[in-house]
């Protein structure tokens, strides 16, 4: 085309128009959602789809969940699990660390935080730290482990029992294995194997003390016990 008056050259066509005759003054324009892959398109036929849009003689957009990475004819393909899309995209969107979606999905709202994560829905997802956990999906918050358990690690969707014959003392949200300690009438190290107190002897408090013998008046006729008998 060209659209002075006077002695300049031709030009090429853009990408995205086309002159179909010659002696134009100005270039066609591709319809809505297509272009050309190129410039010095002569023919509207060389207008294809956009990425994001499909069709033949007409290009509509791509559906929310879906997505097209190429200029053609070529349907939209659905968005893969854990992605996103709007309408006309032309990738779909990772929902992030953390977090799934089903396939399909059309906004980042419907990225929900594992279990062992938590965050509202759509946003970043942070994992449980130690001494918590989560077993669902969602924006719930974690919760402490109970007496007696523990999550040494991040991002727990369980809290793990202590070992037999141990506790925690009460205490909640417990980050170790060696929080666990022996209870009474029961001796070993901190987060290991704890033997019962022979008969004869005792323990009355929770820790890894070693097992006493009963002063003189007292007994203890059974294993396991925090205190002698008179």
Request: glycine residues 12%.
């Amino acid at each position: 085309f060209k659209g002075v008056v006077g002695s300049n050259a031709c030009e090429n066509c853009e990408a995205g128009k086309y002159s179909s005759s010659s002696a134009q003054a100005i270039c066609a324009s591709c319809p809505t959602g297509a272009t050309t892959d190129g410039d010095a398109k002569s023919s509207a036929n060389e207008c294809l789809c956009n990425s994001g849009y499909t069709g033949t003689s007409t290009c509509v957009a791509c559906q929310a969940g879906k997505y097209k990475g190429s200029l053609g004819p070529a349907a939209c393909d659905q968005c893969l699990v854990d992605t996103f899309s709007a309408a006309a995209a032309t990738v779909c969107t990772d929902c992030g660390l953390g977090a799934k979606a089903p396939a399909g999905s059309t906004a980042a709202t419907a990225c929900k935080c594992n279990a062992g994560f938590t965050g509202p829905n759509g946003d970043t997802c942070s994992a449980c730290v130690a001494g918590k956990f989560k077993n669902v999906e969602g924006p719930d918050p974690c919760t402490d482990c109970l007496a007696d358990t523990y999550a040494d690690g991040t991002a727990s969707t369980v809290c793990t029992d202590c070992p037999a014959n141990t506790v925690t003392s009460g205490g909640t949200a417990t980050t170790a294995l060696e929080a666990c300690q022996c209870d009474s009438g029961y001796t070993g190290p901190d987060g290991g194997s704890c033997e019962a107190c022979d008969a004869g002897t005792f323990k009355g408090v929770v820790g890894s003390d070693a097992c006493e013998n009963c002063e003189a008046g007292k007994y203890s006729s059974s294993s396991a016990q925090a205190i002698c008998a008179s």
